[in-house]
């Protein structure tokens, strides 16, 4: 699990800033992802589940455990089994995964035109940083 420390921060607000600057799709991008990392709302969450990766599909963080389309208003439940139980674990994320895409509503846009993939770039960190 990551838990997004003030490092990892202060890389998502240099993404944003790097990226808001582009057209309007990129910084409405950027104010999604902030709503994960202000307040410290999005902790301890698995790397697959990070922000820029829910927010690719247009989902806002609401709180520690809820996101909401900025669209449609359609809500996902992100809640986990610890981790001892990897199996579950696992699934629960592939399930949260799927969800990113299908749980919009109907004629909602989303699961059609999600954010560029240029947007979730892997944010580069030196080894000695990472450990």
Known sequence: MVNYTECDKASYV???REHSEDSEAEKDFGERVRTYIDGQKWIRKPFALAPPVCAQ???KC????????VTCHAKISVCHPEITKYEAYKACIDGTLKDLKEKHKKHCPWPLTPSSNTLLKIIQMPKEEAL
């Open 57 to 59: 599909y247009g989902w």
């Open 62 to 69: 609401i709180t520690s455990d809820m996101l909401e389309c």
């Open 14 to 16: 240099n993404l944003i």
